[in-house]
């Protein structure tokens, strides 16, 4: 029943939203305990005590609550963009102000505004790599742009490079990088990075015209090894970073995060006149200014990632001694594998489904045979759902012919 009511709506609505959606109601009828719902990124930890504290302290200390909860300027508070310049000088060695800053409301919204910026006509074209965050294709459509999808390597999850390097045209204004991704969770290699930029400063040269890397970075703090997520104005001049606190400091809500550039930026003032005149388009009025407050004093704050460190070990361990074909997800929170068997991703969901487990088949995030499970969820949610997987593993088996093993 209620798996039908998702299928009624699917493809008229967001996959994620209409899932997690049927999850709810699932969970309001059975219990939330007996629902295994991996549909959202959404950060299932608390913000680390440093942003409880730096909350209570502002709202506390001030004499001045007008100003908290007032208005900032559009770009945002000065000493909040300079305090994030000073990190980024620590932690990337760069020489950056808080004119490289732009304080947005979240990674989307700068996004958004990215994407309205490099609109030049009807032809201009922003191009995504696959696999990809769904939410791309309303960012690069608003700006009035046409999104390019480059197919995914589904052996590596690095970049396809056969498949990128033809779809490169005049109109390329702007690539979206996402890593570590969502939903793979794989970090673009050093490697990986030069070779795109490379290829780019080429095709820009060629074209006569700068091809902008757009790096969508909610995801750079959260990192379980010791790969390291490359500063990528250090690779390629012409980069853009999108960033949010969303994720790395578990405050989706509050809706704060940046649009940076470094100084290396081919015409550094058109870029943030444009920069600036599409945030106001895409009514980005200001961040909010008392989480401003709060981000000036946690930019060097460590997300809080016991939670999803475990979750990520047990699925690891689980999903390889079941058998799962997954991206080994070095960062974010997401597991991301293949439908078994050869079996479509819909046809696995709605198996999943009827055992009360909740993923996302990814069709939506240019990797069909793909789902993305959202291991930022409690540490009991993972644990419990491991004896419905591996059911779900021979089910497949069953529904594809083969015959079932014994675990
Ligand atoms: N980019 C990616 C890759 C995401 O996963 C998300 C949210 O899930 C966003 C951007 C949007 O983040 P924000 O909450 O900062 O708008």
Same mark, same amino acid.
């Given at each position: 029943?209620?798996?039908?009511?998702?299928?009624?709506?699917?493809?008229?609505?967001?996959?994620?939203?209409?899932?997690?959606?049927?999850?709810?109601?699932?969970?309001?009828?059975?219990?939330?305990? #007996?629902?295994? *719902?991996?549909?959202?990124?959404?950060?299932?930890?608390?913000?680390?005590? &440093?942003? &409880? *504290?730096?909350?209570?302290?502002?709202?506390?200390?001030?004499?001045?609550?007008?100003?908290?909860?007032?208005?900032?300027?559009?770009?945002?508070?000065?000493?909040?963009?300079? $305090?994030?310049?000073?990190?980024?000088?620590?932690?990337?060695?760069?020489?950056?102000?808080?004119?490289? !800053?732009?304080?947005?409301?979240?990674?989307?919204?700068?996004?958004?505004?990215?994407?309205?910026?490099?609109?030049?006509?009807?032809?201009?074209?922003?191009?995504?790599?696959?696999?990809?965050?769904?939410?791309?294709?309303?960012? %690069? =459509?608003?700006?009035?742009?046409?999104?390019?999808?480059?197919?995914? *390597?589904?052996?590596?999850?690095?970049?396809?490079?056969?498949?990128?390097?033809?779809?490169?045209?005049?109109?390329?204004?702007?690539?979206?990088?996402?890593? +570590?991704?969502?939903?793979?969770?794989?970090?673009?290699?050093?490697?990986?990075?030069?070779?795109?930029?490379?290829?780019?400063?080429?095709?820009?040269?060629?074209?006569?015209?700068?091809?902008? /890397?757009?790096?969508?970075?909610?995801?750079?703090? /959260? %990192?379980?090894?010791?790969?390291?997520?490359? @500063?990528?104005?250090?690779?390629?001049? #012409?980069?853009?970073?999108?960033?949010?606190?969303?994720?790395?400091?578990? /405050? +989706?809500? &509050?809706?704060?995060?940046?649009?940076?550039?470094?100084?290396?930026?081919?015409?550094?003032?058109?870029?943030?006149?444009?920069?600036?005149?599409?945030?106001?388009?895409?009514?980005?009025?200001?961040?909010?200014? /008392?989480?401003?407050?709060?981000?000036?004093?946690? %930019?060097?704050?460590?997300?809080?990632?016991?939670?999803?460190?475990?979750?990520?070990?047990?699925?690891?361990? =689980? !999903?390889?001694?079941?058998? @799962?074909?997954?991206?080994?997800?070095?960062?974010?929170? @997401?597991?991301?594998?293949?439908?078994?068997?050869?079996?479509? $991703?819909?046809?696995?969901?709605?198996?999943?489904?009827?055992?009360?487990?909740?993923?996302?088949?990814?069709?939506? !995030?240019?990797?069909?045979?793909?789902?993305?499970?959202?291991?930022?969820?409690?540490?009991?949610?993972? &644990?419990?759902?491991?004896?419905?997987?591996?059911?779900?593993?021979?089910? =497949?088996?069953?529904?594809?012919?083969?015959?079932?093993?014994?675990?």
């Amino acid at each position: 029943m209620i798996a039908s009511q998702y299928l009624a709506t699917r493809g008229k609505r967001s996959d994620i939203r209409a899932l997690s959606e049927t999850a709810g109601q699932l969970a309001l009828k059975i219990g939330r305990e #007996n629902v295994y *719902d991996f549909t959202l990124g959404n950060p299932s930890t608390p913000p680390p005590q &440093e942003v &409880e *504290d730096a909350i209570v302290d502002i709202i506390r200390g001030t004499d001045d609550l007008v100003a908290v909860h007032g208005y900032s300027s559009n770009a945002g508070m000065d000493s909040c963009r300079q $305090a994030i310049a000073d990190s980024f000088n620590r932690r990337f060695g760069r020489q950056l102000t808080k004119d490289n !800053f732009m304080m947005v409301t979240g990674a989307s919204t700068g996004l958004h505004t990215v994407s309205r910026a490099l609109h030049i006509d009807e032809n201009s074209e922003i191009m995504v790599i696959a696999p990809f965050f769904p939410g791309y294709y309303p960012m %690069v =459509a608003c700006g009035g742009n046409k999104m390019v999808v480059v197919p995914p *390597d589904t052996e590596h999850f690095q970049i396809n490079f056969d498949e990128l390097e033809p779809r490169l045209s005049k109109h390329t204004q702007g690539i979206i990088i996402n890593s +570590p991704n969502n939903p793979s969770g794989v970090i673009y290699s050093e490697e990986t990075i030069k070779k795109l930029a490379a290829l780019l400063k080429k095709k820009s040269a060629e074209y006569g015209h700068a091809i902008y /890397l757009i790096c969508d970075e909610p995801y750079r703090e /959260l %990192v379980y090894t010791d790969e390291v997520v490359p @500063y990528i104005p250090a690779y390629y001049n #012409n980069t853009i970073i999108c960033y949010s606190y969303s994720k790395s400091l578990s /405050l +989706p809500g &509050e809706r704060i995060g940046f649009v940076a550039t470094d100084n290396n930026i081919d015409d550094f003032d058109d870029v943030w006149a444009g920069l600036r005149g599409a945030s106001s388009d895409v009514a980005n009025v200001c961040a909010p200014t /008392l989480f401003q407050m709060v981000v000036e004093r946690c %930019v060097d704050v460590a997300p809080n990632m016991a939670d999803y460190a475990h979750n990520r070990k047990v699925l690891r361990e =689980a !999903f390889s001694r079941i058998g @799962y074909r997954f991206a080994d997800p070095s960062g974010a929170f @997401y597991l991301f594998f293949q439908a078994p068997f050869g079996m479509s $991703a819909e046809d696995f969901m709605d198996l999943a489904i009827k055992r009360n487990v909740f993923v996302v088949p990814a069709a939506s !995030f240019g990797c069909p045979e793909w789902l993305r499970l959202s291991f930022c969820v409690s540490r009991h949610t993972v &644990e419990a759902s491991i004896p419905a997987f591996e059911a779900l593993y021979q089910e =497949a088996r069953e529904a594809m012919g083969k015959q079932p093993v014994p675990l």
